[in-house]
């Protein structure tokens, strides 16, 4: 499997504390059924040249790290952006980083965000040549309609739910509700969001053998394998 949103660099934001715990996580990614990982450390309109350069550092840490877990295990270097006006700007002139170098960028909105705010954002990523990713979806209140999500994708963007979802985290009435954007091919990836360990861990392997049942082998490999490909390689998904 691949995951393509996780905070795993050591030390750089709210995720892994420090490289033990990077290297915990690494083994719970390699246990799971987990071969590649795009890094997706936070990034706001307001970072700062230093704390670029902590990412680039605790990458190269986190691949050392990775290595000692498997040599198959590769890492590759994302960003998870909180949405503004500043923040795109910067994506723009290149001082934020996309998924894997690619047009592909994660982004995220406050979790009471309103559904027409995120729409002009994705046109705003789309008109700017960008394909967004619109991270974990589930948190967004305000998106609770079939019809919206359909229009954000027909819009351009992507849509990438945690694994946690899958396994029950936010109730049968928003677990529910996804299982529908499922069903009518709206949701593109199945994520881990992992920040450490133990509460934010990593469960893949039990959330594909989920959708597996529910939905199929084939669309467990497009949420947890085939789109996410795509996405390292830069091509287009099809929708």
């Known amino acids: 499997m691949i995951d393509i949103h996780s905070h795993i660099l050591p030390g750089v934001d709210d995720g892994s ?29 307001d970072q700062s040249e230093a ?8 990458f190269l840490k986190a691949q050392d790290l990775a290595a000692q877990v498997s040599p198959d295990l590769k890492l590759y270097l994302g960003c998870e952006i909180m949405y503004s006006s500043k923040a795109l700007a910067r994506l723009v002139n290149d001082e934020f980083m996309t998924m894997n170098g690619t047009d592909y960028v994660l982004v995220e909105f406050p979790v009471l965000a309103q559904f027409n705010d995120i729409a002009s954002a994705i046109r705003d990523f789309v008109s700017s040549g960008y394909i967004p990713i619109i ?28 694994s946690s979802l899958i396994l029950g985290k936010y109730g049968f009435t928003r677990k529910r509700f996804i299982h529908k954007l499922i069903k009518r091919g709206l949701v593109h990836f199945v994520a881990s969001d992992a920040h450490n360990d ?8 039990s959330s594909y053998k989920s959708v597996a049942r529910r939905f199929g082998k084939e669309t467990a490999a497009d949420l947890f394998i085939r789109n ?8 287009k998904i099809g929708v």
């Open 198 to 205: 133990e509460k934010r861990k990593v469960t893949l392997g």
């Open 51 to 58: 704390y670029l350069d902590k990412v680039k550092q605790g």
């Open 17 to 45: 504390k420090d490289e033990n715990m990077t290297l915990r996580m690494l083994y719970q990614f390699s246990n799971e059924g987990v071969d590649k990982i795009i890094v997706t450390p936070h990034f706001r309109h």
């Open 228 to 235: 996410q490909e795509k996405v390292i390689k830069g091509e």
């Open 135 to 162: 991270a974990h979806l589930e948190r967004y209140q305000f998106i609770g309609k079939v019809e919206q999500v359909h229009a954000l994708v027909k819009m351009g963007a992507y849509i990438q739910i945690n």
